[in-house]
């Protein structure tokens, strides 16, 4: 199946491998937009957007609005702080609601896992997932993947480490969904309160000491540690998971010499990775933010029915 062909977006392990390399090379057509003096195209023109955040965000939010505008859908963003949610508007009625509005397609993020799922079945709209709990981050995970590959020439038999809070984290799973299609190795590394039970059915090698994972390693992935969830004492101090867990030169060092490291953001400087190696050349983490808009460009492109004669004008 083409990824014209569905509906949604929902996360990567329901696509294909070349679903996924679909969406990666559109992305690259759409960064030569991004480098213009003029970043506009008509592709989408008549086209509407809506992007509907139940859960704080800069980077993913952002990216799709500017993504939406170099080619040339009208945009919306819905405040759901200031919005007939906050009177007591079901989930259900307020995306009716957007529904009658003519949008084409919407961009959803929420706390709960599998919201995206349902309001899928309950509307017309095209959805994509931005976010849905602890469940799947597609697009992050994409972007991640634009970028190793830009960088690395091939994805297929990396060996790729995540780090960090794999038990909640939605970055890791769509990352893990996606990286598995090309063959590659994916060792994940946490304290063991921050390792979900049962992760090697999904096709992974736990690790808990990270000179053993990072030895040998292409891709270093890293995930931001949730402060918000020490209060529930998962590790004695941040002091603590950084002597054991932080990026640093010393750590890296066991990984091969051209290993590149990424980070979702924000960063917790000094607590997941060193500021030396955070502004080093190996660290992708701006650039990240660059294919992240060109990633979502190509989605929006493929969902919303571009032109490729367009995306060259």
């Given amino acids: 199946m083409k990824l014209e062909q569905r509906k949604d977006l929902l996360g990567l392990r329901e696509l294909s491998k070349e679903e996924i390399e679909s969406i990666i090379d559109t992305a690259v ?10 970043k506009k195209v008509p592709t989408l023109r008549g086209k509407a957007l809506i992007t509907v955040f139940y859960e704080n965000s800069t980077r993913t939010r952002t990216s799709f609005e500017i993504a939406g505008k170099y080619l040339s859908a009208d945009t919306v963003n819905l405040g759901v702080s200031s919005s007939s949610v906050q009177k007591g508007e079901s989930l259900r009625d307020t995306i009716k609601t957007l529904e009658v509005m003519g949008f084409d397609l919407m961009v959803m993020r929420h706390a709960m896992s599998g919201t995206p799922h349902y309001v899928s079945k309950n509307t017309n709209i095209r959805i994509i997932n931005a976010g849905d709990g602890a469940n799947e981050h597609p697009t992050q995970a994409l972007l991640d993947m634009y970028t190793i590959k830009e960088k690395k020439g091939t994805l297929e038999g990396l060996k790729v480490a995540i780090i960090g809070d794999i038990l909640h984290s939605r ?6 969904y996606g990286l598995s299609k090309f063959g590659c190795e994916i060792r994940v590394v946490a304290p063991s309160t921050l390792m979900p039970k049962e992760v090697e059915k999904l096709g992974v090698k736990p690790y808990y000491s990270l000179d053993e994972a990072l030895e040998g390693v292409d891709v270093v992935n ?6 918000e969830r020490q209060q529930q004492a998962l590790f004695p101090t941040l002091d603590e998971y950084a002597s054991l867990y932080i990026i640093n030169e010393d750590k890296l060092s066991r990984a091969k010499e051209d290993v590149l490291v990424l980070h979702p953001g924000p960063m917790n400087r000094g607590i997941e990775i060193s500021s030396r190696i955070a502004d080093s050349t190996q660290a992708l983490i701006n650039e990240q933010v660059t294919n992240g808009v060109a990633v979502r460009m190509a989605l929006l492109f493929l969902m919303m029915g571009g032109s490729r004669n367009e995306i060259a004008n």
Avoid: T, Y
């Fill in 171 to 176: 970055v890791a799973r769509s990352n893990i």
């Fill in 222 to 227: 890293i995930l931001r540690l949730q402060k």
């Fill in 29 to 38: 057509p759409m960064k030569d937009i991004i480098k213009r003096d003029i």
